[in-house]
């Protein structure tokens, strides 16, 4: 095996990496403001309310936040390898990237706050606020994929 198909194996390896982690990540994101609403319908200090704040804290500790991280660090070994950095595709992916990101700190403190008992958002909103993943999931393969700009 040449160098360079070494080299070009390591980079689809990583990338399959990449997107092992991309799925996690999102489907995580799918699910928990889903368990936020189901848990603002419950009674404070009821049982059923301590069931959705153990659910949502191993969601977020075993399946979220791991996730999260993996992605950016592969994600970013792949930007730094093709030099990402000058492509316009990336520029908008890497903006909706960091809104994702931001979208998964909000969703995390929140989980903190329903715990704590507060009910910061109605379950309307919770539900709009879902869409966000899907659609930035949308934009985001269209632009790795087809590569418009
Ligand atoms: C966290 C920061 C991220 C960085 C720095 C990053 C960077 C990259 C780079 C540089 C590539 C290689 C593109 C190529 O080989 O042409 C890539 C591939 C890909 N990324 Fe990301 N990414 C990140 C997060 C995400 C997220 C959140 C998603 C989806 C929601 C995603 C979806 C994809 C897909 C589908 C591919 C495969 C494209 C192909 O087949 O060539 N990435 N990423």
Redesign the pocket.
């Known amino acids: 095996m040449t160098f360079g198909t070494a080299f070009a194996m390591t ?1 689809l390896w990583i ?1 399959a990496a ?2 092992i982690f ?1 799925i996690f ?2 489907a995580g994101l799918f699910m928990l403001p889903r368990y936020y609403i189901y848990h603002q319908e419950s009674a404070p200090g009821s049982d059923e309310e301590r069931r959705w704040i153990d659910r949502e804290r191993k969601l977020r500790s075993i399946i979220l936040t791991p996730a ?1 991280i993996a ?2 660090v ?3 070994i ?2 730094y ?2 030099g ?1 950095w000058t492509m316009g595709w ?1 520029h908008l ?2 903006l ?2 960091i809104g ?2 931001g979208y998964h700190g909000y969703m995390v403190a929140y989980g903190k706050r329903l715990a704590r008992g507060e009910r910061p958002v109605t379950g309307k909103a919770l539900r709009l606020m879902n869409e966000v993943p899907g659609i ?2 949308a934009i ?2 269209v632009l ?2 087809v ?1 418009p700009f």
Request: proline residues 0%; hydrophobic residues 70%; without cysteine.
């Open positions: 980079y990338k990449h997107l991309v990540w999102i999260m992605v950016w592969f994600g970013l792949l930007a390898t093709i990402a990336f992916k890497f909706l990237v994702l990101t930035a999931t985001i393969v790795v994929i590569k």
